[in-house]
């Protein structure tokens, strides 16, 4: 007799948990997806996030090869420099990035809502909103149950805590495991792209991820976002056959309002901005912006200037400190639920994709009956902390993510700028050092540790 596959109960339909989900589906294991939003369209999820080959390997692993390919569609252009300027616009370095004619090996420039509604994609009968995870039990035929906020409950085998940074799934399973401010602050905005906003940025920097070194410990970076659609959702003139068939026949157009726009963020150490900085919204967190850039350009000046209010969003950076290996049982994690990092380059995002695949593949072990059940949750464990938590310290050591870092000090601080900016023109002009550089922007969200 066959063993019976088990039942995962996956508590949030973010990015990890969704692929997670559909390459369980994919490989005959029953999944259930609870979320504590309302609708698909609900959540600031609208922001740039960059998909590398760790990610994106992960994503062709779990999901259907047809909506593989409308991933890869839905995707804007990927940047063809990784810039680096100064606050004044002026080139520090210009590095040209792999072409994206390979599915996985490049990196993908994605919207986080764009790509919410592509992992939503045929899940309708496997996602379940507006369900706010309350608690769960563990019972002793080896079932867990979960808990939500309108009193009803789901039983599985498994329940996977896929609900973030602040996931009340670890706040029960691991009290000891501890979240901690980095000490910076992010503002994040987004300008529409038209011909006058396109026309305020040098070529290079509209086609390429752009790193700002400002003065006094800003930093900043801007991305221009160019999808396949128009401000209509209509596809775009050029766009080939194949492409447009699949956009014409993809549901979560629908349901996504992403758009042609410019990302613009910036950021500097937490002691910069104001005591209310997080309750800002709108016009006062642009003005707050224009304010603490007064030096900048002012060609990005007008672009703050002219961000979407509705779109300005104050983010506290938080990071994880490292967890003890703990005793594996019907419950475990991926994602930021037990590794938050910084952001920048999207190591977060690829880091839950890696956690998914790496989940799904000892899962089907297990269904299989080559493992138990709490065993393949173990293995999983004893491969993902490692490498989780090495990635939460990388992500804290670059960019400036790190309050304590020394471009925020007041007199260390301008050697450090100039340091980093010294290091950034030398790359660029040096064939080795350059060839390195990609090399390792590609590598750094680690396939292999």
């Known amino acids: 007799m066959s063993p019976r596959p088990p039942h995962v109960l996956i508590i949030g339909a973010g990015t990890g948990g969704l692929c997670l989900a559909h390459g369980l589906r994919?490989?005959?294991?029953?999944?259930?997806?609870?979320?504590?939003?309302?609708?698909?369209?609900?959540?600031?999820?609208?922001?740039?996030?960059?998909?590398?080959?760790?990610?994106?390997?992960?994503?062709?692993?779990?999901?259907?090869?047809e909506l593989f390919d409308t991933y890869l569609v839905t995707c804007a252009r990927s940047p063809r420099y990784f810039n680096v300027v100064t606050q004044r616009l002026r080139e520090t370095a210009s590095l040209p990035l792999r072409p994206d004619t390979d599915p996985v090996d490049t990196e993908r420039s994605v919207a986080r809502m764009t790509l919410r509604q592509v992992l939503l994609t045929g899940m309708e009968d496997v996602v379940h909103f507006d369900r706010t995870f309350t608690r769960y039990e563990q019972h002793d035929d080896g079932t867990v149950t979960a808990h939500f906020a309108d009193g009803s409950t789901a039983t599985g085998d498994l329940l996977v805590a896929a609900d973030g940074t602040q996931s009340a799934v670890r706040r029960q399973y691991l009290p000891q495991a501890v979240v901690r401010d980095a000490g910076t602050i992010n503002i994040a905005t987004r300008i529409p792209l038209t011909a006058h906003t396109r026309a305020l940025l040098p070529e290079r920097v509209q086609q390429g991820i752009s790193l700002i070194f400002g003065t006094g410990g800003m930093m900043g970076v801007l991305h221009v976002m160019e999808f396949k659609w128009d401000r209509d959702g209509a596809v775009k003139p050029g766009v080939s056959d194949a492409d447009t068939a699949l956009l014409h026949q993809w549901p979560g157009l629908a349901h996504d309002n992403t758009r042609d726009n410019i990302n613009l963020i910036i950021w500097s150490a937490a002691r910069r901005f104001p005591a209310d900085v997080m309750r800002r919204r709108g016009e006062e967190l642009i003005a707050l912006a224009l304010e603490l850039t007064r030096n900048w350009h002012p060609h990005l000046r007008e672009l703050l200037a002219r961000a979407d209010p509705d779109s300005a969003l104050p983010i506290r950076v938080a990071t994880s400190e490292p967890v003890p290996p703990w005793k594996s049982s019907t419950v475990t994690l991926l994602g930021d639920a037990i590794h938050t990092m910084t952001p920048g380059r999207g190591v977060g995002a690829n880091t839950a994709l890696r956690d998914a695949a790496l989940l799904r593949r000892q899962l089907i072990l297990a269904a299989a009956d080559d493992k138990t059940l709490l065993q393949a949750v173990a293995d999983y464990e004893a491969a993902m902390l490692p490498y989780g938590f090495a990635r939460v310290a990388d992500s804290l050591n670059r960019s400036g993510t790190n309050g304590d870092d020394r471009m925020y000090k007041p007199v260390v601080g301008r050697l450090a700028l100039l340091g980093a900016r010294g290091y950034f023109g030398l790359t660029s002009r040096v064939p080795r050092l350059r060839r390195k550089f990609v090399d390792d922007f590609y590598t750094y969200r680690g396939e292999e540790d």
């Open 26 to 65: 994919r490989a005959g294991i029953g999944v259930s997806v609870y979320e504590r939003y309302r609708t698909r369209g609900e959540g600031l999820l609208g922001y740039r996030v960059g998909i590398g080959p760790t990610g994106s390997r992960a994503l062709r692993e779990c999901l259907p090869p």
